[in-house]
């Protein structure tokens, strides 16, 4: 009785150990899956690295006194840091080479280079959101007959940029007018071709308005024929391996950037003192940094170097105040190089406000004691700026304008905000209402504005990556700046 009891226990137990091990059979972890890709996205950000393809040109990015600079660069810059990247800049040899390595296995994981989207480019990159509206315009030599519609190209020698958006705009024109003969160049960029129309090589050529804008004072022959087409937009593109998730965080950038200023800031910084020149006076200063820049050049550095400042800025608001010319006077009194008055002049030290030197030494002593005085919270660039405005204006009107600002819940420490509030300084409704009252705060801006713009000229002449381009060869530089300047490195 017992035995077979104990038989029947040692079976359930057989049974159970046999169940028990069967289920825990089925349990067991299924093979394992492949591992899953990480995204583009993720890969980027495991590497911490992004890595963008540009072109070097005064439009998109390019060495300036504090280094790298351009439009597209401190745009994709920004978008770096917002995701924590460090980013990698790589310049194309030209389009081709541009779109190649974007496509290419181990290539470059966008595009930030003034590119327009086009149908052919469609099928071989993603686009991102518009961030920039440009016009494609085509350019003719001052002089020679203007071209006004798209029939006069035809008999014109015309160069464009090789696969750029404007020889795909000639290719469809051409397959309306098969007269229409064009060359594609693989070798220029776009000062090239504005160049080579200013010195009469070519007739024709066609590039955004923006690049022409950014370039347009090196060349003073250089005049706009016409638009040819509509409005386009630029934009940011990947190549179509990558899987929309950059792609995504590009928009979500992009549109943000829009929202919260960011792009308007930039394209103020970039192109919002374009206008100030116009054709004539971009003849002019073509030819002024030429002649006059080179008698003072060494004046500026070296006032500059003593202060730290640096010497193109100081040579930006000579060049305003007097075109480079020492005996310069004005109705209201002030004379010189630096049109500075007597009580300035006084003030700095200044013997004789017809010496360049004197008048150099003095603007420079005192843009550098105003900047010294502006208050800490306002941080550069924009201090540079406040500087500015306040050589032009004074400081008792900077001290009104900031506080407008502060009232209109602006930032008073930001040079955009307080530039909106310097008009109202010379209207009654406003200025009755400040402190120190009456100002033509509105020359003030323009003031700013055109420093502002001649400083970028000269620091884009002056750009050690200059040396040996074309554009220095062409002679559009500024004699001495081709050999190494030694204090230039401490600017
Ligand atoms: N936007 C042009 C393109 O995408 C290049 C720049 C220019 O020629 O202005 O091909």
Redesign the pocket.
């Known amino acids: 009785m017992f035995a077979k009891h104990a038989l029947c226990l040692k079976r359930i137990a057989w049974i159970m150990a046999t169940v028990i091990f069967l289920l825990l059979q089925g349990c067991e972890e299924p093979e394992e899956a492949p591992p899953v890709q990480p995204t583009t996205l993720e890969r980027i950000q495991k590497e911490g690295v992004l890595r963008v393809i540009t072109?070097n040109?005064p439009?998109t990015y390019f060495q300036d006194r504090n280094g790298d600079t351009g439009f597209e660069y401190e745009l994709v810059k920004r978008f770096a840091t917002e995701l924590g990247l460090k980013l990698q800049i790589e310049t194309a040899d030209n389009?081709d080479d541009l779109f190649n390595r974007l496509n290419s296995k181990d290539g470059p994981d966008l595009a930030a280079?003034?590119?327009?989207p086009?149908p052919s480019?469609q099928d071989n990159v993603n686009t991102s959101h518009p961030y920039l509206d440009?016009v494609?315009q085509v350019i003719y030599r001052n002089g020679t007959r203007r071209p006004t519609k798209a029939d006069d190209l035809i008999g014109k020698r015309i160069m464009?940029?090789k696969?750029?958006?404007?020889?795909?705009q000639l290719a469809a024109l051409k397959a309306q007018k098969p007269e229409l003969s064009y060359e594609e160049s693989d070798q220029v960029e776009?000062a090239d071709?504005l160049k080579m129309v200013d010195e009469g090589q070519i007739d024709l050529t066609?590039?955004?308005s923006?690049?022409?804008a950014m370039n347009q004072v090196y060349y003073p022959n250089v005049r706009v024929a016409f638009d040819l087409g509509d409005t386009?937009s630029?934009a940011w593109m990947t190549g179509k391996q990558e899987d929309g998730t950059l792609m995504k965080a590009i928009n979500s950038f992009l549109d943000k950037a829009k929202q919260d200023n960011t792009l308007q800031q930039l394209k103020e910084r970039y192109y919002g003192h374009v206008d100030v020149l116009g054709y004539v006076g971009a003849y002019t200063f073509a030819q002024h940094l030429q002649q006059r820049l080179p008698l003072y050049e060494k004046h500026f550095r070296k006032a500059a170097q003593q202060r730290n400042l640096d010497w193109r800025l100081l040579a930006a608001i000579g060049y305003q105040e007097s075109l480079w010319q020492p005996d310069a006077t004005s109705k209201t009194g002030v004379r010189g190089l630096m049109m500075l008055t007597n009580d300035t002049a006084q003030a700095m030290g200044v013997a004789n406000r017809l010496d360049p030197l004197q008048s150099i030494e003095g603007g420079a002593r005192y843009f550098n004691q105003i900047r010294n005085q502006l208050p800490e919270s306002i941080k550069e660039p924009d201090r540079t700026w406040f500087a500015l405005a306040t050589y032009n204006i004074g400081a008792a009107h900077i001290i009104d304008a900031r506080k407008m600002a502060e009232a209109e819940g602006l930032n008073p420490n930001r040079w955009l905000d307080v530039k909106r509030m310097l008009p109202r300084l010379s209207q009654k409704q406003w200025y009755s209402k400040t402190r120190y009252g009456y100002a033509r705060g509105g020359e003030t801006v323009h003031f700013v504005q055109n420093v502002r713009r001649y400083y970028d000229i000269l620091t884009w002449v002056t750009q050690p990556q200059m040396e040996g381009s074309q554009l220095a060869k062409s002679g559009m530089h500024l004699p001495g700046v081709t050999e190494k300047q030694p204090e230039e490195q401490e600017l």
Request: glycine share 4%.
């Open positions: 072109r040109s439009a389009l280079a003034g590119l327009t086009s480019r440009v494609p464009v940029l696969s750029s958006s404007q020889a795909e776009v071709l066609l590039v955004d923006n690049e022409l386009q630029l």
